[in-house]
């Protein structure tokens, strides 16, 4: 079984057309691939749908001159990160199939910003649309086949699970998510809980509680890790696939466990070391700090919205940029893109659902042990 991916792997080829998988973060996507393909799908303020290379004034007759590059014919979906398309029901991806058999497509882009959620359930949907062999009977298994070919990172969520699902009639199968923490979201629901029926008022009020405790206990707690990076805020990293995410300090003292099932360490130490070069500076990198091919900084200065550049350094740690969102100073590693495409600071908001899930989940399983 493949651990986490890189660049643009094939997942599966049907009808003649070659369907593959990437993130933009891990060196994927239509934009790194040999030959453009056909199709590019993707979630909206993450696919890469214009060039970010040529940029001349309005009217320019330079504008006119520069060679013709071919691009693919991009399908946009409005699709929050971790979770599921706000607007593409069972008729979509029906429809999309249709399409891309009718259009003589023979190359289509599977992506979003990691290639792990996102890109996960686009190829598990597909999959099982376009394949006529199939080696699943629910989406449990059809997950599972994913993971094989392509990357176990696949599809983050019960929600994305439950969505695949609906998407393809199949039964949802076993929950893949629970117990595991990948990004937060989905890994715990109240229907994922056992319980008996008539247990459910004391349930829900056990469940009350704890949501109290939790909530009252974080909003007295002090920001107990000081970091040399930010205040509040640490970067975990699995050992065995190479994935990392930013959490906040409380998360720390948990153990967090990677979808593969390893847990995850602090792996702020790796930040010394940038790795990846902009293609448009020519300067080196993290991959945190790169966004499509090019450094943040550069990003910042062609789409001039969103943060500012408050100090460039040769390290990870002197390299500072201004959020709007918060009105602070972050370093640039701690920085994601929003829906609208502007570099914010990353936000704690899925390790404080993963702390509260995680509160929930002890408290309920100590008082079944009394």
Same mark, same amino acid.
């Not at 056909?38 to 007759?61: F, H, K």
């Not at 940029?321 to 600071?345: H, N, Q, R, Y």
């Given at each position: 079984?493949?651990?986490?991916?890189?660049?643009?792997?094939?997942?599966?080829?049907? &009808?003649?057309?070659?369907?593959?998988?990437?993130?933009?973060?891990?060196?994927?996507?239509? #934009?790194?691939?040999?030959?453009?393909?056909?199709?590019?799908?993707?979630?909206?303020?993450?696919? #890469?749908?214009?060039?970010?290379?040529?940029?001349?004034?309005?009217?320019?007759?330079?504008?006119?001159?520069?060679?013709?590059?071919?691009?693919?014919?991009?399908?946009?979906?409005?699709?929050? &990160?971790?979770?599921?398309?706000?607007?593409?029901?069972?008729?979509?991806?029906? @429809?999309?199939?249709?399409?891309?058999?009718?259009?003589?497509?023979?190359?289509?882009?599977?992506?979003?910003?990691?290639?792990?959620?996102?890109?996960?359930? #686009?190829?598990?949907?597909?999959?099982?649309?376009?394949?006529?062999?199939?080696?699943?009977?629910?989406?449990?298994?059809?997950?599972?086949?994913?993971?094989?070919?392509?990357?176990?990172?696949?599809?983050?969520?019960?929600?994305?699970?439950?969505?695949?699902?609906?998407?393809?009639?199949?039964?949802?199968?076993?929950?893949?998510?629970?117990?595991?923490?990948?990004?937060?979201?989905?890994?715990?629901?109240?229907?994922?809980?056992?319980?008996?029926?008539?247990?459910?008022?004391?349930?829900?009020?056990?469940?009350?509680?704890?949501?109290?405790?939790?909530?009252?206990?974080?909003?007295?707690?002090?920001?107990?890790?000081?970091?040399?990076?930010?205040?509040?805020?640490?970067?975990?990293?699995?050992?065995?696939?190479?994935?990392?995410?930013?959490?906040?300090?409380?998360?720390?003292?948990?153990?967090?466990?990677?979808?593969?099932?390893?847990?995850?360490?602090?792996?702020?130490?790796?930040?010394?070391?940038?790795?990846?070069?902009?293609?448009?500076?020519?300067?080196?990198?993290?991959?945190?700090?790169?966004?499509?091919?090019?450094?943040?900084?550069?990003?910042?200065?062609?789409?001039? @919205?969103?943060?500012?550049?408050?100090?460039?350094?040769?390290?990870?740690?002197?390299?500072?940029?201004?959020?709007?969102?918060?009105?602070?100073?972050?370093?640039?590693?701690?920085?994601?893109?929003?829906? @609208?495409?502007?570099?914010?600071?990353?936000?704690?908001?899925?390790?404080?659902?993963?702390?509260?899930?995680?509160?929930?989940?002890?408290?309920?399983?100590?008082?079944?042990?009394?």
């Amino acid at each position: 079984m493949p651990m986490c991916h890189t660049g643009n792997p094939i997942v599966f080829v049907a &009808d003649g057309i070659t369907v593959h998988g990437g993130g933009n973060m891990r060196n994927g996507a239509w #934009q790194n691939m040999d030959s453009v393909p056909d199709v590019a799908i993707g979630p909206e303020g993450v696919l #890469q749908t214009r060039s970010i290379r040529d940029s001349v004034p309005m009217g320019w007759s330079c504008a006119d001159a520069f060679n013709k590059t071919k691009l693919p014919k991009f399908v946009v979906i409005d699709w929050p &990160d971790y979770s599921i398309p706000t607007n593409a029901g069972k008729e979509f991806w029906v @429809a999309l199939v249709n399409d891309l058999r009718e259009h003589d497509v023979k190359t289509v882009s599977c992506s979003c910003a990691g290639g792990h959620g996102r890109t996960g359930v #686009q190829l598990c949907i597909l999959a099982h649309l376009m394949l006529d062999k199939k080696q699943w009977h629910d989406v449990a298994g059809l997950i599972d086949h994913i993971r094989s070919v392509y990357c176990t990172h696949a599809v983050e969520s019960h929600e994305q699970q439950l969505y695949i699902a609906e998407m393809t009639g199949l039964e949802p199968g076993e929950n893949l998510f629970i117990g595991i923490d990948s990004h937060g979201f989905g890994g715990f629901t109240f229907d994922d809980m056992d319980y008996d029926e008539d247990d459910d008022e004391n349930l829900l009020d056990e469940l009350r509680k704890a949501s109290e405790e939790a909530r009252a206990k974080k909003k007295n707690a002090k920001n107990e890790y000081t970091g040399k990076f930010q205040k509040g805020m640490v970067l975990l990293g699995c050992s065995t696939c190479d994935n990392s995410d930013w959490y906040n300090s409380p998360v720390q003292k948990g153990a967090v466990t990677c979808s593969c099932g390893t847990k995850m360490t602090n792996i702020e130490n790796t930040l010394k070391e940038p790795t990846v070069k902009c293609f448009e500076c020519g300067e080196e990198y993290h991959p945190l700090e790169m966004h499509n091919g090019e450094c943040k900084y550069c990003y910042m200065s062609e789409i001039g @919205a969103g943060g500012s550049i408050v100090s460039e350094g040769n390290t990870p740690k002197d390299r500072k940029f201004w959020c709007v969102d918060t009105a602070k100073e972050w370093p640039l590693v701690c920085s994601i893109l929003d829906k @609208a495409g502007v570099v914010v600071s990353v936000t704690p908001k899925e390790a404080k659902i993963e702390e509260k899930r995680t509160k929930i989940t002890d408290y309920i399983g100590g008082k079944k042990n009394e």
